[in-house]
């Protein structure tokens, strides 16, 4: 009886420390992980210019950090500058951000992040929403950038748009594209848009404008001869955008935009993708580069399926219908 009761005592013992030690490998895996984060890091965000759809992603990425542990303000100090389109501006901030060898950068949209990349090849430099990173000389391989470089890039979803279009207006036959010449991820989605169009049997007839100075003038001249008007994700545009908006309204014609932001202040309709989710993706992204992963072995990760986004309240304005079977695969209606 001794005996059974000595070998009970002893499997509870044998329990309890096994118990002890898998709960303290367990605090101590815990403590490991949390340790990466633990050392305050320093890293700095060019932002192209101040728009919602800008702002949105800079957002999102302060969210991708802040869910992978780096919490600004707490371990993790941002410093961020914004050019305001300013290209001598663009050189100027990614110089400083350099020079203040911050831990890793951010180039909030192509200008910025080409600014970035121009001014280092040895800080890691992360691309917010970069819609065409090869053409746009950043990288030279998506799966396997193979140098500092690595982001995330928004692939505008063009051929929804052209469905989009043919719901919405299936009448219109011409269709003018409004972009700025001097954006490379501009020039890249109207080539996709021109073909995907052309082959659903419209006319595209593309409108570049060099800077938002010539905006005004180029849209009084193009919109008599269209019959509705598509524009890429391009920051010149948006930042003059209720200029567009005003000369679209006053000539009656649809306004299809690759941006949910800008269907809220007048475009019609868009297939879009969101902008706080390719933030918060960057984000994560730069968190594994501070954790150590290498920009160089970093696939740019690509968004490409969109959600539909209507403004029925434009459409009415304009006398379309948008059809029912529409507004059921829309996510935001705006009224």
Known sequence: ??????????????????????????????????????????IGV??????????????????????????????????????????????KMSEKLVADKNAALIGIATPAAQGLANATKDIPVIMGAVTDPVGANLVTDLKNPGGNITGVSDATPVADTVELIQAITPDAKTIGVLYSSSEDNSLSQVEAFTEAAERAGYTVVPYAVPSTNEIATTVTAMLPKVDAVWTPTDNTIASA??????????????????????????GIASVT????????????????????ADPAKTPVEIFSEGTIVVNKKVAEELGLTIPASLLEKATTIIE
């Open 46 to 91: 060019l932002q192209f210019v101040t728009h919602e759809s800008l702002d949105e992603i800079y957002r999102g990425i302060e969210q991708g950090l802040a869910d992978e542990g780096y919490q600004k303000g707490d371990n993790l100090t941002i410093n961020f500058m914004n050019a305001e389109a300013d290209q001598s501006q663009i050189q």
């Open 241 to 266: 955008f209720p200029t567009v908006i005003s000369a679209a309204k006053e000539a009656k014609k649809p306004l299809y935009t690759s941006v949910e932001t800008m269907v809220e202040e007048g």
């Open 273 to 292: 993708l969101s902008q706080f989710d390719l933030g918060v993706a960057t984000g994560k992204m730069v968190a594994a580069v501070l954790n150590g």
């Open 1 to 42: 009886m001794k005996n059974k009761k000595l070998l009970a005592v002893l499997v509870a013992l044998a329990v309890f420390v096994a118990a002890y030690l898998g709960f303290t490998s367990l605090s101590g895996s815990k403590e490991n992980s949390q340790a990466t984060n633990s050392e305050h890091k320093t």
